[in-house]
């Protein structure tokens, strides 16, 4: 029991039992090196497995994927004056090669849109050429002060498609296509993070972009995490890069495009969305490990058991992720716990007992619920008690997203709710960038994004007074 | 034809050959960025193939995948005496972040023994925590000032492992299942390039190692790659970082550790092992197209003959990678050549007189044989091609490196076959430095690996005529 007591309670200290899971379950630590972390194995197998299933879904799409160049010269990053301006205060610059100045400095890309517009502007000539649909895996370098593990560091992961397309209405299109087909499948269904999605205010979007749609998910201490971002860059990087193709009507013609990303700060969200004062819970589309067995071992039985074990693994097949905890030195009982704080999503307990009943024990981390099942069931079970922990998991972020979304008329109510409930705030805004401004200083909350569903009404700006037709979600966020 | 012609003869000029081809089937390109290349998505999908197989491998043999970050700050790199000495005049260095100057630079990892070294000390208490078995695929970065493309660039990627042990024996044994089981088995298998296998003196050892072990590939142009290395540390890096751990007799022992890594330049490798002038040739297990589809298509029979090749795509199975080249503009010819040029290992024709006969024609790439295959035997028969085209190339491969290994005694006689016939030389060496570095400064060969079958022989060193019984290999190298 005292190995749970080491998590600090969320009720008690939210960003601290947020840091407590992430260390103790071995996801990520920080290192002597400012800004950055180190994502260790479980941490790691967590990511690959989110990779596999957005991976997927890019390719089904068409996209496929490409390896740009780290480094971005100084007057390439210069091109976009936006995009720059955007940028420059968190770049990384290497300025020296082996022993010698260079003499323009690079970057290390925070985004990679002016080293692959670059290349793009050589690659495309004609409009058999369009679509491109590129997609890049890698490392980004933020300048960042302090470390937040997953939520704010000097280098991440992440995925960044880059697309190029003939005309404003195939960007449009690729540009929802990603929001919804790709990041809102993934994101709901792999991570089992419900999102709000909408368009950001022109304060908020990417440096460069035209227009930005995100998806806005809800952590469970009332804080909102930006989950992916989807850009139409218009023709903004393609006139400053020169991106042109020759159409069948034979006239050169700039191309449209877009660019869209998610992060290893995702892994945060799933730590926020789904974790509890026992530790994580991860979805078991995603869990490294989806069933821990823990064998019940006497030194009389031990070999038996563990050979039982085994077999267990190839009665459950190649389907699922599973692994043995055989370690002599930790009781049962120590095990559960380790396990259950690292969002294993199924537990098998198998003892000498059981074997003899040709039984095993399996225990929910979501519920917390035991059920005793025939090994010749065991496959079976084992699958739909996966697809329940899923939905559930879901099911329940769906309920808390809902019951924290509030809509509010009053500018005191919306300070009292920000300040004690946090939640989503649906509120009408006049378009005004002096009033999103405000309320950000008065009270911490941003526009999250402008929903896509038009709403008749008219109401008043929730700072101003102004009469407007347009609701918006404001949050604090991360 | 004209096509092809575009491509310079591998005869006339290899190095020229290796870039046309290399641009041509667009695995890469060059960037405005002085030594780095963007790897294109045709060059990318084979590198993801490459990284399925390996790391299938890695996993497999227990390693786990982890992230460490991409900065090393000075003092870390400082800290194994050789291991900067190594890599120092090849570092890029981060000096500002943002707006500000750093207090201390940081390089862009050459390699991570550093910066992971720094977190095992960390993370490793007692033997229980051993052996830690960790891989990571990562981008790294050596400063050049020339580029050429997958073989030297100041960017690439690659994986590289790290793992600590609790005895020396441990170590070995570790550094040696990595060189045999997973690399020897990788590179043989799926990249069918034979290699020869030993282990590197002294002076071509990796910085900070106690020995390094080498895989050696031929190119077809009789200069050799190497393709991958194992490091055995010892303990340097345990005493440098202070990696302890307490043995179950109580006391504190430094750990030992190997490091090992593959890189993109096998790519390289896989063009000119297989490559011939009509273009590449990829062997199928990594071929991000195994079998191409050309239709023949005329006005009438158009979409009878697409919907055909559709079904056939359905026919061949989720285990063929397969594409459709439907497109309007080029004629058959031309696509057979760009095919080809881009190394799919199978084409498969299908036109409406083919339709009729319930058939279809496939053309392996490596001999240009054609077979007239029913349909119904499609599937079973596209199997057989692709084992056999996979095996066909190791064999040509091996078959080459075979009469291109040469036992030479004289010294003349050694310089003659360098400059005309290059390939590798089998010859004794006393041991010596002197000898190693005169050989290279007069013949441009280095020793690529002292094998491990150990002959009982005695002969005289190829230089100075010293008795001794150890026979190396020679080679010029990439």
Redesign the interface.
Known sequence: MDFVKEITSKEQNFAQWYIDVVRKAELA?Y???KG??????Y???L??NMQKGLDERIKKTGH??????????EH?LKKEAEHVEGF????????????QQLEE??A?RPTSEA?IC??YS?WIRSY?DLPLL?NQW??I?R?EKTTRLFLRT??F?WQEGHTVHKTEEDAQEETLKILFEVYRDYIENDLAIPVVVGKKTSKERFAGALNTYTLEALMTDGKVLQAGTSHNLGQNFAKAFNIKYLDEDQTEKYAWQTSWGTTTRLIGAIVMVHGDDRGLRLPPKVAPVQLIIVPIMFDKTKDEVLNKAEQLIKILGKDVRVEIDARD?YKPGWKFNEWEMRGVPLRLEIGPRDMKKGQVVLVRRDTGEKVIVKEEDLKNKVQVLLTEIQENLYNLAKKFLDTNIREIADYEEFQEVIEEKKGMIKAFWCGNRACEDKVKEETKATIRCIPFEEENALGKCIYCGKETSTKVYFARAY
Chains 1, 2 share one sequence.
């Open positions: 630590d290192t002597t090196i950055c972390m180190v994502i260790r194995p941490g790691y197998g990511w690959e496929k994927n490409a390896y740009f160049p780290l480094f971005i010269p390439l420059a205060p968190e770049v990384a610059w290497v300025t020296q090669g082996g022993s400095k690079m290390v080293i670059s290349l050589k058999r590129i890698a490392n370098v300048w000097t280098e992961l030195e």
